[in-house]
């Protein structure tokens, strides 16, 4: 099949989409989530090969990898996404004018979304479900290094559609060559947005080479700062598990920036972190606190090039601040607008923190894990949107819904 046939299928079955009832398209995905665990052995097997092709040093090892517990979460999340209202056709606004026009702005699907994403075989469920739920087709565009469990995935999905009756041109699955990649960019009548879910170098690449506007989610880099009059026990806790709890996604920890006052702090915090063999980058005042009290092999004198850096793996950077303007400064300088934190019981600081950080997400006292969809009460989430227009933070049904004007009257003409 040609890139344009591609194409010009999801376009058709975005059509085909539109006209089906909410309620059939919430049966099917709560089948989906069914097949998709009775189907677990088959999807392991085809990722198995995916994984033996890939070194477990690599980064993207832990996305690639499926489990029969994530699938089973994969699962959940798509009956929770099923179970979501319907976000079409809601009145946002309702007005009549004057001169006899009435007005409504109601909700409509976005039409055709494309992705493109690395190895994270997950996103090829959650694009699905968030996207026919939403009356979006969608055109997916895999990596090679997941090529197996992307195309595994896929049949199920189409073996659930065909039982329903809905046709399985709603969402196309691309080869997995980069001649797909550069297609999909200039596929400009057929998809109306695309989506890249992946590093800093795959968002730079589809940013600067789309001809379909794009919305930018995934590279996160991720900072959390230990304030003061951070509480100890809890900032421990936040910083350990920021991260150490899933170190390949976009809301893990990169960064921790410590006032210069609670550098004593450090080496309790960096026991939850050596237990967990994290390699520290550490600048000059926290290298002299922690070479006698963290494990020589793990630690290391930082560079430039430790901050700003997404690490994707337990490796992470430690700076110290002498007030809170210098670590507000030093996150503008290095951060992704991801997820940025604060460990501190002052409130005024806290307030400082929350309302001059530029990020799509900010939290206080609380770990920046729960920069997800799922964790947000929104089911699931197509990507984790580091721009401000059109989406911002988690990107759900809501999101993947655009808006229309229908304009009533009785002959009104314009003067």
């Not at 992705?115 to 055109?139: M, Q």
């Not at 565009?141 to 399985?168: F, M, P, Q, R, Y």
């Not at 026990?233 to 598990?241: A, D, Q, R, S």
Request: proline share 3%; with cysteine.
């Amino acid at each position: 099949m040609s890139y344009q046939e591609y194409f010009e299928n999801v376009k058709e079955g975005s059509y085909h989409l539109n006209s089906l009832q909410a309620s059939s398209i919430s049966s099917m995905l709560e089948d989906l989530a069914d097949e998709a665990e009775r189907s677990t052995a088959t999807i392991l097997a085809a990722n198995a090969e995916d994984l033996a092709r890939m070194p477990e040093s690599d980064p993207k090892y832990d996305r690639l990898k499926l489990t029969t517990s994530r699938i089973a979460a994969i699962a959940d999340d798509i009956r929770k996404v099923a179970k979501l209202p319907n976000p079409l056709g809601k009145v946002l606004l309702k007005k009549a004018l004057e001169n006899g026009l009435e007005l409504e702005k109601r909700t409509v699907a976005l039409g055709v979304i494309g992705i493109i994403y690395e190895a994270r075989p997950n996103v090829t469920f959650d694009v699905f479900a968030l996207s026919a739920k939403s009356g979006n087709a969608c055109v997916l565009k895999g990596g090679s290094d997941a090529a197996a469990s992307n195309k595994a995935i896929i049949e199920v999905i189409w073996k659930v559609l065909k039982k329903h009756g809905i046709s399985t041109d709603i969402v196309q699955l691309l080869p997995p060559e980069r001649t797909a990649t550069q297609a999909l960019l200039n596929a400009v009548d057929f998809v109306d947005i695309i989506i890249p879910r992946g590093s800093q170098g795959l968002i730079n690449f589809v940013r600067e080479n789309a001809k379909v506007p794009v919305i930018e989610t995934g590279a996160g880099i991720v900072h959390t700062y230990y304030d003061e009059f951070a509480d100890t026990k809890t900032g421990i806790e936040i910083v350990v598990n920021a991260k150490t709890r899933r170190v390949s996604v976009c809301n893990a920890l990169d960064c921790l920036l410590i006032h210069k006052k609670r550098l004593e702090d450090l080496p309790i915090i960096a026991k939850g972190l050596s237990d967990k063999s994290v390699v520290i980058y550490a600048d000059e005042d926290a290298y002299e606190v922690l070479k006698n009290n963290y494990p020589e092999n793990l630690l290391n004198r930082a560079t430039e090039d430790s901050f700003g850096t997404e690490f994707l793996s337990l490796k992470m950077a430690i700076k110290t601040v002498k007030n809170i303007e210098v670590a507000l400064k030093h996150i503008r300088k290095y951060s992704s607008k991801h997820s940025e934190a604060i460990i501190s019981e002052n409130n005024e600081n806290i307030e400082v923190f929350l309302n001059n950080i530029d990020a799509a997400v900010v939290y206080a006292n609380t770990s920046t894990a729960f920069t997800d969809g799922a964790q947000f009460g929104l089911g699931a989430e197509i990507g984790i949107s580091t721009q401000k227009l059109h989406a911002r933070g988690p990107m759900a049904l809501e999101e993947l819904c655009s808006y229309k004007w229908v304009v009533k009257s009785s002959g009104v003409i314009r003067e």
